[in-house]
């Protein structure tokens, strides 16, 4: 059986992204390898941060999940004004900046927070965020959310005539209906976020630290800009590409359906809806872990906001810059790859989820050091790397939709002789608009709050936003760094907000 | 003359023989059961589907392994025959110009169409602003522009009522059979067969038969079209 109903399009651009791809993920960690010295192997300092990437991986995942099951339930059981708005709110950490929520964190549970002036007011010794539970808590404040999108997702997804089944029976609810579901979904959930956290980088560089609460980025970062020992480095990569692959392809096999999308504005009639106050609590409670640092920010930020200095609005503008770029670039790439389709495209599609952002970085620069001077070039690899480690979101949302598009409108287009550019561009780009915004969004969000291969090269002249946050917060300028929190995160939300409007402008689909 | 000369099609374990000639100029109804394989025989003959072995030929020329948009042959399918974000005018152009960039005499052809079809004034909505009725006559402006001369008709009334269906039957009739077309129609409805087409051809148990005249069909059923017509 051959069957024939897709039209053509040219080759080259789906092969140039993939080139492009392979090239920053398993050609820059070649070129990492090829540069580096190698000496003794791992040290013990190594296995620690192996170790403790490992552990904390674990932590925040089990800890994220676990707080996320009563929230997810409750908000799958009761109905409430701004319920919509809170469950909107849930998406708001994958694109908050890292830096940012740390800083908050910090607002609330650090040395000078509310937490310990509230326990100085009982003579209570002030209690130090940093460590392990610091660690823990900043991913358990950036995937609980996530979490609870997706075990609410999988609460909604059970078919309303069965709750009406097991009341009419007076069966018990939890056991018959939500137990099966929480084991088809809870694993998964995990997966993810161990995932995420496995790789975690900026959370670890301002929670951490110290040589008991190191991750393998981080020990990366340290390899390269404190000892310059490309081989520990390159090594530390591979170790680390090895653990992301195993989680990726076990997380990658049990996901089922995006988080980020629409579609959880429903409200299952219940018949099992005693006791309102606990479900009330667990939202509350949730809503209060989330917004009360963002609500630190805004409430410190706000007072400095206009007498930021100079080099704070220009390291914005480079921000701005490099955000449109990657976001650019990294469309371009999605779509590219997307309209090729085909299994190695998805296997290409993930790989970056594998890679370190700092080891791409590195093996960037030394691919180019011959040519120019590092910080010369630390904002067009920035871009190259964010938009490459943001790959995989794009094209998530890009990918089914071009699928669709093929699917729907592929023989139509073939019995119209419509192929290559005028297939792409009167059939594909119209209808793709939509999910090529929120890509495009993503994207951008990404890249403005990145703070990762950017501290490893870059000099005054190349300071993105986050990183002179990061060095306001290092000169414990904390005034100053929360004012530019503040603009970051309105830049960030600024930027997606634009891009996703942009692909809803043209409603009449 | 379209020719299916021995032609095997295969969609997973379903399989449909094929040895039949449509003459030019008539219109012919696929009738039989669902899953007979009506629209797998239009799929052959539209280039969706290669054929295991066979050919597909018109007037003599070998189209087996002619690209769908090469064939002289237009198709509506059972639904999706219009671009949603474009035009009524852009989705008839489209017949014209596969790339759009329409001359002003391509322009000219496509008003002129859309006032066949009984759609004055309403070029530049798209198909959203459109009704059923409608939409299914501006599919048929694209064919009369693109003016190739074998249509298959995939079932694309099938979403309309009674009435509607029948006044598209009509215009098919009126606009592309009087114009010396050939139409593959499929149907599953006798009375849409007797109402438009002057021959029909039975699909059923795997095979197509030849297609005979559609009264005599009816009037002395072969026990396959029997034990569907119930």
Redesign the interface.
């Given at each position: 059986?051959?069957?024939?109903?897709v039209p053509v399009t040219a080759r080259w651009p789906g092969a140039l992204a993939g080139a492009l791809v392979l090239v920053l993920t398993i050609g820059t960690l070649g070129a990492v390898a090829w540069r580096a010295e190698w000496g003794g192997g791992l040290a013990p300092a190594d296995w620690a941060a192996i170790r403790f990437t490992i552990l904390q991986a674990l932590l925040s995942a089990a800890l994220s999940v676990l707080l996320a099951i009563p929230v997810a339930r409750a908000l799958a059981r009761r109905r409430f004004w701004g319920r919509q708005l809170l469950i909107t709110l849930l998406g708001a950490p994958f694109i908050l900046p890292v830096i940012v929520a740390v800083l908050g964190l910090l607002a609330i549970f650090g040395r000078s927070g509310i937490l310990n002036d509230g326990l100085g007011w009982f003579g209570i010794e002030p209690i130090s965020i940093f460590g392990l539970h610091g660690v823990v808590l900043a991913h358990v404040f950036f995937n609980m959310p996530l979490a609870v999108r997706f075990i609410l997702q999988g609460w909604l997804s059970i078919p309303a005539e069965r709750f009406r089944l097991a009341a009419s029976l007076n069966a018990p609810v939890g056991r018959l209906l939500e137990w099966p579901m929480l084991r088809a979904v809870v694993p998964s959930t995990f997966l993810v976020i161990f995932l995420i956290c496995l790789t975690s980088f900026a959370v670890a560089l301002t929670m951490g630290g110290g040589p008991r609460a190191t991750t393998v980025e981080l020990a990366i970062y340290q390899a390269v800009r404190f000892d310059f020992d490309l081989g520990r480095a390159a090594l530390l990569a591979c170790i680390q590409f090895v653990l992301c692959v195993v989680a990726a392809v076990f997380a990658w096999r049990v996901t089922g359906t995006d988080p980020i999308g629409a579609g959880l504005d429903r409200v299952v009639q219940r018949w099992d809806l005693a006791r309102p106050a606990v479900d009330f609590a667990a939202i509350g409670l949730a809503a209060l872990f989330l917004l009360l640092p963002l609500a630190m920010i805004l409430l410190r930020g706000l007072p400095g906001f206009l007498d930021m200095p100079t080099t704070v609005w220009a390291a914005a503008m480079r921000s701005i810059v490099v955000a449109f770029g990657s976001a650019a670039l990294c469309v371009l790439m999605a779509l590219a790859l997307a309209l090729r389709g085909g299994a190695m495209v998805s296997v290409i599609g993930v790989m970056p989820l594998a890679a370190s952002g700092l080891v791409v970085g590195t093996g960037a620069f030394l691919l180019v050091f011959p040519f120019v001077r590092p910080a010369d070039v630390a904002l067009l690899v920035t871009m190259l790397v964010n938009a490459t480690l943001a790959l995989p979101f794009a094209l998530r949302s890009v990918a089914p939709a071009v699928a669709q598009i093929k699917q729907?409108?592929g023989?139509?287009a073939?019995?119209?002789?419509?192929?290559r550019?005028?297939w792409v561009?009167?059939?594909v780009l119209?209808?793709v608009r939509r999910p090529l915004g929120f890509a495009a969004g993503l994207a951008a969000a990404l890249s403005m709050g990145d703070l990762g291969v950017i501290a490893l090269f870059a000099g005054q002249a190349e300071e993105t936003l986050p990183l002179a946050m990061y060095r306001l917060m290092g000169a414990y300028r904390m005034e100053t760094a929360a004012s530019a929190a503040l603009l970051l995160v309105t830049l960030s939300f600024a930027l997606f907000w634009l891009c996703d409007r942009w692909g809803r402008a043209?409603a009449?689909? | 003359m379209l020719t299916c000369e021995n032609l095997l099609l295969?969609?997973?374990s379903f399989s449909l023989r094929a040895d039949v000639r449509f003459q030019a100029g008539k219109a012919v109804a696929l009738i039989g059961p669902s899953g007979a394989g009506k629209s797998t025989l239009l799929a052959a003959i539209?280039?969706?589907?290669?054929p295991?072995s066979g050919r597909v030929l018109w007037d003599g020329r070998d189209l087996t392994h002619a690209?769908?948009?090469?064939r002289p042959?237009?198709?509506l399918?059972q639904d999706?025959?219009l671009?949603?974000?474009?035009s009524a005018a852009q989705n008839v152009g489209?017949?014209l110009r596969?790339?759009?960039r329409l001359r002003a005499d391509d322009q000219a052809k496509v008003a002129a169409a859309l006032h066949d079809v009984g759609l004055d004034g309403f070029a530049d909505r798209?198909p959203?602003?459109l009704s059923g009725g409608q939409q299914s006559r501006v599919a048929l402006a694209r064919v009369l522009v693109?003016n190739r001369p074998v249509v298959l008709l995939d079932e694309p009334f099938g979403a309309l009522g009674p009435a509607l269906k029948d006044e598209m039957l009509d215009l098919v009739k009126a606009k592309l059979v009087s114009a010396g077309k050939t139409v593959l129609m499929v149907t599953h409805d006798p009375a849409d067969a007797q109402r438009m087409a002057d021959m029909a051809a039975l699909v059923a148990d795997g095979t197509v038969s030849p297609p005979v005249a559609t009264s005599d069909l009816f009037s002395n059923p072969p026990p396959a079209l029997k034990a569907y017509l119930g």
């Open positions: 059986m051959a069957q024939r109903a729907d409108y023989r139509l073939l019995s119209l002789s419509m192929i550019w005028s561009r009167l059939v119209p209808r043209d009449d689909m | 295969q969609q997973g539209a280039g969706f589907l290669t295991v690209a769908p948009g090469d042959v237009s198709v399918f999706n025959n671009f949603p974000h474009l489209l017949g596969p790339d759009l798209k959203s602003a693109a």
